[in-house]
């Protein structure tokens, strides 16, 4: 043992051994940023990549059909032989369909089970809760949509008439479900990290739990929580599998939510799953309504990161 | 001086304290919901399932007859799949967090990278699939492969990876940080021999959470072209393939009931997957992870 110890002990030699090292330490301490550095710009590629495939694709769409006929359309019939049409307002109005029907199922349950769980819940139900929301939000969407089509359409016809098989309810409504854990626990983010100092006070002159709720602690994390919302409405305008399988097919464009409609993301995958041959109009087609998607999904984002910063309140 | 009156008091309490309780009714039942729609959507699918899951279906190759039906193309092609996603994205990923928290300095093209990460994680995944099928399918030749799919995949799981990492680096208390620069360390060293051993568990979780996402991930494998009715075994990274989400799109969408109960099925086999490789991120989380 003794030894060993003593071998250890850096002598005039080792030294010298050492300084020589020193050399190729050198080198990967130079070496490593740089290499990490790249690892760090494959994440800005990809923007670019997206960015840049999307708008060379859509220039080739637009040389093809023009611009006010894919913006102003009101008729997407771009299988229809000899006169394909082009209008995207259709497949907008499905999405939109879909988003606010989700909308309207996410938020008032999403927004009261973070209440909930934040102001009334005891840490043991937050803690068995929260995990039982992350395995609802790692469902992968082909299972709601098969949940969409083959339970939630069926018990639906029972009770709205005229419900056909495909209809923008029961994915909307799916799609709700979808993004409800994203609500509730961003929102509930959003209010645990209201002071409890500001609760005390409102309790302590009097306020029932519910006041403070609503009085106190959800104007002061209002920003989180419509940061959730905005975000959740990202989620459901560009959300694919559940739209596609329990949707339909058809692009129309006005306000019934019974029937079968479209929405953009259907559309990207029903030309997927087809034949449409490379270079056709159809084929660049899909970039065109992508780069729609994205467009609004972006701007969706950046509110919801603007809102959260700029309104943040700090205590 | 003008005195409260009792009764009016009590009145107004009674009616605050009742529409506290009433509320929180509400909310609570508002939080069940959440709770008995998982509970329904997982007894569904495993009644609905539990019956065509047998050896056969694990062992056979994809039919046009329900009863013949069976997953392993799909299954094994998710297994490939993952053997491409895993080091690509964790290796990516992680390089990418130490650059941001150990290297990156205040200036503008670190803040760039910082709000272009979090944009991309905003992204629909079946723009990826567009990313994909142009940039990987299409310019790069690598056709409807594996390692094409297992790209695109990467890039999209990509910033989940980042930011669990970087939660996971800055979590190191940065005492461990200058010790082992006081005892003449160099920053790589003590990233390599410090940070990441501490940072580890944190980062493994958070892998295999985006790890499972990807496993479920359906829209850019439509997207890129992924054919669902395959004979064979992928041989190769070039090879052909089909994945367990495509396997199931296409059954839950035939108009045949019999492909319902084998959708059902590999829903069955996914959900299994995806409950596993969770239940060892759990695991891992509780085990390993300090709190410093």
């Known amino acids: 043992m003794v030894s060993q110890k003593e071998d250890k002990t850096s002598s005039v030699q080792q030294l010298i051994a050492n300084s020589r090292n020193q050399k190729t330490k050198k080198i990967v301490e130079k070496a490593m940023p740089a290499l990490l550095f790249s690892a760090a710009i494959i994440s800005i590629l990809t923007t670019f990549g997206i960015v840049f495939t999307l708008i060379f694709e859509t220039f080739e769409f637009f040389k093809r059909v023009s611009i006010t006929d894919f913006l102003f359309g009101t008729k997407w019939l771009p299988f229809s032989g000899n006169e394909p049409l082009f209008g995207i307002l259709p497949l907008i109005a499905g999405t939109l369909k879909v988003t606010l029907i989700a909308v309207v199922v996410a938020v008032p349950f999403g927004i009261a089970s973070a209440i909930y769980l934040s102001e009334y819940a005891s840490e043991k139900t937050r803690r068995t809760v929260k995990p039982i929301l992350e395995v609802l939000a790692g469902v992968p969407t082909i299972v709601y949509g098969f949940f969409a089509l083959t339970f939630v359409t069926p018990i639906l016809q029972e009770i709205v008439p005229g419900l056909k098989l495909f209809n923008a309810l029961s994915p909307g409504i799916v799609v709700g479900i979808m993004i409800l854990p994203m609500i509730t626990s961003l929102s509930e983010d959003a209010m645990s990290s209201v002071p409890n100092s500001m609760r005390e006070g409102a309790l302590a002159l009097g306020a029932t739990k519910f006041e403070v709720a609503i009085k106190v602690v959800l104007p002061a994390a209002l920003s989180g929580i419509v940061a959730s919302v905005v975000l959740a409405i990202s989620r459901a305008i560009g959300e694919t599998m559940i739209v596609s399988l329990a949707g339909g097919s058809t692009p129309k464009f006005d306000l019934n939510v019974t029937d079968s409609i479209q929405t953009m993301t259907a559309y990207i995958v029903q030309v997927s799953t087809g034949d449409a041959g490379y270079g056709t109009t159809i084929y660049y087609s899909i970039y065109s309504v992508g780069f729609t998607l994205f467009i609004f999904t972006l701007v969706m984002n950046l509110l919801a990161h603007y809102i959260s910063k700029r309104f943040r309140e700090v205590y | ?292």
């Open chain 2, 1 to 292: 001086m003008r005195y409260m009156d009792d009764t009016v008091v009590m009145k107004r309490m009674t009616k605050r304290i009742t529409a506290n309780k009433v509320w929180k009714t509400l909310f609570f039942l508002a939080t069940t919901f959440a709770l008995v729609t998982l509970a329904v959507l997982l007894y569904r699918i495993v009644t609905q399932g539990i019956d065509y899951l047998n050896i056969d279906f694990l062992m056979n190759f994809a039919s046009r007859f329900a009863d013949k039906a069976g997953i392993k193309a799909a299954l094994i092609g998710s297994l490939w799949l993952m053997a491409v996603v895993a080091p690509v994205s964790i290796i990516l990923g992680v390089g990418t967090a130490i650059y941001l928290e150990e290297y990156a300095k205040k200036n503008r093209i670190n803040d760039f990278i910082r709000m272009n990460i979090s944009n991309l994680a905003g992204v629909p995944s079946i723009v990826f699939g567009l990313l994909g099928l142009t940039i990987f399918v299409r310019m790069m030749g690598l056709g409807k492969s594996i390692l094409a799919a297992g790209f695109t995949m990467s890039l999209l799981i990509l910033p989940v990876i980042i930011v669990a990492a970087q939660e996971a680096i800055r979590a190191v208390p940065n005492e461990q940080r200058e010790a082992s620069y006081g005892m003449g360390a160099t920053k790589w060293q003590t990233i390599l021999r410090v940070v990441l051993p501490a940072a580890i568990p944190g980062i493994l979780t958070g892998s295999i959470l985006a790890l499972s996402r990807a496993i479920g991930e359906t829209a850019p494998l439509v997207v890129i072209g992924i054919p669902v009715i395959l004979q064979f075994l992928p041989n190769g990274l070039l090879s052909q393939f089909t994945a367990l989400p495509m396997q199931i799109y296409d059954w839950a969408k035939r108009p045949q009931e019999a492909f319902q109960y084998v959708a059902a099925a590999g829903i069955l086999v996914l959900m299994t997957v995806l409950l596993l490789m969770n239940s060892i991120a759990i695991y891992i989380r509780n085990k390993f992870q300090k709190r410093y």
